[in-house]
């Protein structure tokens, strides 16, 4: 590793830890072509206008430049003010412009460039985060840091993409919310929240983490009312956008990551909690998933999950081709719970909460119907043709037998 790009006084920093050769990020006339594998900078889009950056640099054109001045497979790591400034004393002037978060991922996202060979590039999102320092001792989720690498543009975009672009999209989360309640994504919102939730007897000061967070309203309720610490993890950048907007204001420490929990790696020993909601559906190896949380439970943690499966045998047709359309991995309660049992948890417990998911889908699809006209408002027709539709599917197949719902907790001795 010899080539490195930093923006300030940044650079001179990281120089003394990294003892590599770097380039100050300052000049407009600065004009790389595929020379670095790592760009760095913190705290410099903050200070450019949508249309304007320093010395009349478009913050999409800086992000373009960025792009070829990296080598295919290259890093780009930046870190950035969001929302508003992160201490409170009053300033005469402050050129800062406090963005979204959404508004950096889009532009990144979006980028692209071509080399002399008619070769496309992009940049693929590693991770976006808050930055857990100032998540732990202020409170604040308004600093935000990603990373992204440079790859060769691909038809096929991966799971990732497919969840926000088709499953998760932003309308489409929103809808949902509409339905299971204020933050939350998933069956039974606050109720179920509360009612799984109390399984767990949190202390103070414990640490949690939820393995698909969604929009974070178990976390908020988590970290507001038994004062943990909590980090949630999602697949979905539309999804953490929402979280860390939702988190502004609120004063918790909760911290917010997009990661694949199957790449995502973490110390033995760190949570005494995971907690996972209809959501580990998704993950085709569950097995080694749980080797992981098994790995970063600390002695005495407890796992909790509530999740999708299927009854036991061979499903029918319709039901495998919705289970095939969804890329979903279902298992019957019983060998769901056993997979828990060879990953090395002990006292796992594994039920059959069916009975109570068709009870909660009716309560939601009841009220979805009564307030008919308020959700074509908010959204369309079509939005409320889908989720009615999609309820009542829901209902078919669980009255049925087919699709089952199970809860699942276990321990680390």
């Keep these: ?115 002399e060979s008619g070769n496309s590039f992009e940049l693929s999102l590693v991770g976006c985060k808050c930055i857990g ?43 949902y919310e509409r339905v299971f309640g204020s933050g939350f994504v998933s069956t039974g919102g606050i109720e179920t929240t509360k009612e799984f939730v109390a399984k767990l007897e949190l202390k103070p000061g414990q ?12 976390d908020f309720y988590m970290a507001e009312n038994f004062d943990v610490e909590v980090v949630g993890i999602d697949l979905s950048i539309n999804m953490i956008s929402i979280a860390i907007e939702r988190a502004i204001g609120l004063k918790c420490s909760v911290e917010f990551e997009v990661a694949d929990c199957t790449a995502k790696t973490y110390p033995e020993n760190t949570f005494d909690v995971i907690y996972s909601r209809d959501t580990i559906l998704h993950i085709q190896d569950k097995p080694a998933l749980f080797r992981s949380f098994y790995k970063w439970l600390k002695p005495g943690g407890k796992v909790l999950i509530s999740d999708y499966c299927k009854s036991a045998g061979t499903p029918s047709s319709e039901f495998a081709e919705y289970i095939k359309q969804r890329g979903y991995d279902l298992h019957d309660v019983k060998a769901y719970g056993q997979m828990l049992r060879d990953a090395g948890f002990n006292e796992v417990i594994a039920e059959d909460r069916t009975d109570q998911f068709i009870q909660v889908l009716q309560r939601e699809l009841k009220a979805v119907e009564k307030n008919k006209e308020d959700f074509i408002s908010d959204f369309s027709e079509e939005d409320y043709n889908d989720i009615v539709g999609g309820w009542k599917a829901k209902l078919i197949r669980t009255t049925c037998g087919e699709q089952r719902w199970g809860l699942f907790i276990a321990r680390k001795n």
């Design 133 to 175: 320092a100032y998540v732990r001792n202020k409170k604040n989720q308004n600093q935000i840091c990603w990373t992204w690498q440079k790859v060769r543009s691909q038809d096929d975009k991966g799971f990732q993409q497919f969840l926000d672009n088709v499953q998760y999209k932003c309308n489409g989360i929103l809808r």
């Design 1 to 115: 590793m010899s080539e490195v790009l930093l923006n300030g006084c940044f650079g001179v920093q990281l120089y003394w830890v990294l003892k590599i050769p770097f380039i100050i990020l300052h000049s407009s006339y600065i004009c790389f072509y595929a020379g670095f594998w790592i760009i760095i900078k913190s705290v410099l889009f903050c200070y450019c206008s949508v249309k304007f950056s320093c010395h009349a640099l478009q913050v999409e054109n800086l992000a373009a430049r960025m792009l070829k001045w990296l080598k295919v497979g290259g890093f780009i790591f930046f870190r950035e003010s969001c929302f508003h400034q992160s201490g409170d004393s009053k300033r005469k002037y402050n050129p800062t412009h406090y963005r979204e978060p959404r508004f950096y991922t889009k532009v990144f996202k979006e980028c692209c460039s071509r080399d």
């Design 207 to 218: 640490k949690v983490l939820d393995v698909g967070c969604g929009i974070g309203g178990g």
